[in-house]
């Protein structure tokens, strides 16, 4: 029986390597459709709440893991040698930047180290983990083969599917979202698609991983680049007196040919900020300067300083130095109504506050704490206080915060995501980005 035989006849079982954001939301849907899923993490505390049946992402609910792990369907595990029982492997572990701000592959090297001692015939490997393009053909592939002995293509099969889940979207979760599956060769491009076929209702086939590897770079650069462009615009609004959302919002008016971004206080996550610069560093080895993706990091990255400075004018205007000023930023979580705070620009915000002189506090109903540079950072634990403040700063536009009331206490307001824009009374507290 060939590897496409097992997986339409879903006698195939397959590994998940990386419990995260990407894995345990894949994971669980893979079981969901009746494949015995096997998920491997290095993080022990996490593969035994997987075994409990609770789940610790929030995209993932405990009461849609803990039936699959109850029917045997899904188990967790931090020992690899489950890999040899499987048909098909993912790799969904971090691929985040070095202090250098260069590509950091080390946990999928590794990962893949892990695997190794496992491999056997016939067995299909998927990346999803965002990487440069050409590193599934140039680097995993052969380091696969060498571990093993075995040659891919023909003993076992290669492909990288770039991961799109984006935390906290009700409408497009695994299910649902295309998925892009590109392959070394035309046999490992039918078992990836016949794999997704089984729990994704589109899959696109592209001609190799290096296009899949390109797809997803181009996806977060495009966002990157649009949001460092709005970013800038709302630096131009602010010297020239207008309104950016103001503008934002008339000419997202127009029905063709206009897609609106919104500015803020920087980018965060795990995505948006670091992959980008995976593509430049690639094209930077092949003697090319990126200066589109360059250009829009060098305005993103500079946004937390740009608030900061606005905070400052704000207090300046009230009379107030920043030093011994007491400010409080709402919300640390790098998006709205989710807990991750990887890359974000409020915790960039509140340092800078701080090394202004600041007495910085946060708040944030998903984000009670926050570990920076193996610090705990611990935030107030409600807003009974919030008068007390000379100012607060909007970083995060959680549903959760109640910004009629926010405004109306607060002594003065640096709204940098336009959450106040239907609050209609004292607007003379609100500063905006
Ligand atoms: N989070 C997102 O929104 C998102 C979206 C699209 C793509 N991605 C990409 O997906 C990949 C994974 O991101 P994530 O957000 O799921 O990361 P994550 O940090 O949430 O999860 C990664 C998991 O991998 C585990 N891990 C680390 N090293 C390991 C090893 N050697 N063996 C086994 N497990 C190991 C960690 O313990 C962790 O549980 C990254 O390349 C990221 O760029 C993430």
């Given at each position: 029986m060939t590897l496409k035989d097992r997986i339409v006849s879903r006698e195939a079982?397959v590994?998940?390597?990386?419990?995260?954001?990407?894995?345990?939301?894949?994971?669980?849907?893979?079981?969901?459709?009746?494949l015995?899923?096997?998920?491997?993490?290095?993080?022990?505390?996490?593969?035994?709440?997987?075994?409990?049946?609770?789940?610790?992402?929030?995209?993932?609910?405990?009461?849609?893991?803990?039936?699959?792990?109850?029917?045997?369907?899904?188990?967790?595990?931090?020992?690899?040698?489950?890999?040899?029982?499987?048909d098909a492997v993912i790799?969904?572990?971090?691929?985040?930047?070095?202090?250098?701000?260069?590509?950091?592959?080390?946990?999928?090297?590794?990962?893949?180290?892990?695997?190794?001692?496992?491999?056997?015939k016939g067995q299909l490997f998927v990346l999803?983990?965002?990487?440069?393009?050409?590193?599934t053909r140039?680097?995993?592939g052969?380091?696969?083969?060498?571990?093993?002995?075995?040659?891919a293509g023909v003993d076992f099969e290669v492909a990288f599917s770039?991961?799109?889940?984006?935390?906290?979207?009700?409408?497009?979760?695994?299910?649902?979202?295309t998925k892009i599956v590109g392959a070394m060769t035309e046999g490992g491009g039918e078992a990836v698609q016949a794999l997704y076929e089984t729990f994704i209702?589109t899959v696109k086939v592209v001609s190799s991983p290096?296009a899949a590897?390109?797809?997803?770079?181009?996806?977060?650069?495009?966002?990157?680049?649009?949001?460092?462009?709005?970013?800038?615009?709302?630096?131009?609004?602010?010297?020239?007196?207008?309104?950016?959302?103001?503008?934002?919002?008339?000419?997202?008016?127009?029905?063709?040919?206009?897609?609106?971004?919104?500015?803020?206080?920087?980018?965060?996550?795990?995505?948006?900020?670091?992959?980008?610069?995976?593509?430049?560093?690639?094209?930077?080895?092949?003697?090319?300067?990126?200066?589109?993706?360059?250009?829009?990091?060098?305005?993103?990255?500079?946004?937390?300083?740009?608030?900061?400075?606005?905070?400052?004018?704000?207090?300046?205007?009230?009379?107030?130095?920043?030093?011994?000023?007491?400010?409080?930023?709402?919300?640390?979580?790098?998006?709205?109504?989710?807990?991750?705070?990887?890359?974000?620009?409020?915790?960039?915000?509140?340092?800078?506050?701080?090394?202004?002189?600041?007495?910085?506090?946060?708040?944030?109903?998903?984000?009670?704490?926050?570990?920076?540079?193996?610090?705990?950072?611990?935030?107030?634990?409600?807003?009974?206080?919030?008068?007390?403040?000379?100012?607060?700063?909007?970083?995060?536009?959680?549903?959760?915060?109640?910004?009629?009331?926010?405004?109306?206490?607060?002594?003065?307001?640096?709204?940098?995501?336009?959450?106040?824009?239907?609050?209609?009374?004292?607007?003379?507290?609100?500063?905006?980005?």
């Amino acid at each position: 029986m060939t590897l496409k035989d097992r997986i339409v006849s879903r006698e195939a079982k397959v590994a998940v390597v990386g419990l995260g954001y990407v894995g345990l939301p894949l994971a669980v849907r893979i079981a969901e459709v009746g494949l015995r899923t096997h998920g491997i993490d290095v993080n022990a505390a996490r593969v035994g709440r997987i075994n409990e049946g609770v789940s610790d992402i929030g995209d993932v609910d405990s009461a849609d893991l803990a039936p699959h792990v109850s029917a045997g369907t899904l188990s967790a595990h931090t020992d690899f040698s489950v890999i040899s029982e499987v048909d098909a492997v993912i790799i969904c572990v971090p691929t985040p930047l070095s202090k250098t701000r260069d590509p950091d592959i080390s946990f999928i090297v590794k990962a893949t180290e892990s695997i190794s001692p496992f491999i056997r015939k016939g067995q299909l490997f998927v990346l999803e983990s965002t990487t440069y393009p050409g590193f599934t053909r140039e680097v995993l592939g052969p380091t696969l083969e060498q571990a093993s002995g075995l040659t891919a293509g023909v003993d076992f099969e290669v492909a990288f599917s770039p991961e799109r889940i984006d935390p906290g979207n009700e409408r497009f979760g695994v299910r649902n979202t295309t998925k892009i599956v590109g392959a070394m060769t035309e046999g490992g491009g039918e078992a990836v698609q016949a794999l997704y076929e089984t729990f994704i209702d589109t899959v696109k086939v592209v001609s190799s991983p290096d296009a899949a590897e390109m797809v997803k770079l181009l996806e977060n650069t495009f966002r990157a680049v649009n949001i460092g462009l709005v970013n800038e615009l709302a630096v131009m609004c602010h010297k020239l007196g207008l309104n950016t959302w103001e503008v934002i919002d008339a000419a997202a008016t127009k029905p063709f040919g206009f897609m609106p971004f919104y500015p803020g206080p920087g980018l965060g996550g795990h995505c948006i900020p670091i992959d980008p610069l995976y593509l430049s560093w690639k094209l930077r080895s092949l003697n090319y300067q990126a200066r589109f993706i360059e250009l829009a990091d060098s305005i993103n990255t500079g946004m937390p300083t740009y608030v900061v400075r606005l905070v400052q004018d704000a207090l300046n205007d009230a009379g107030k130095a920043t030093r011994g000023s007491k400010v409080l930023v709402l919300g640390v979580a790098y998006k709205n109504d989710i807990d991750d705070y990887r890359e974000s620009p409020a915790i960039d915000v509140i340092d800078l506050l701080a090394a202004k002189g600041a007495d910085v506090d946060f708040y944030d109903p998903y984000v009670p704490k926050y570990v920076e540079a193996g610090t705990e950072h611990e935030g107030i634990a409600d807003l009974s206080e919030l008068e007390s403040y000379d100012a607060v700063v909007i970083a995060t536009q959680h549903k959760a915060f109640d910004y009629g009331e926010i405004v109306e206490r607060a002594q003065l307001v640096v709204d940098t995501r336009n959450a106040t824009r239907d609050i209609q009374t004292n607007r003379d507290k609100i500063r905006l980005l």
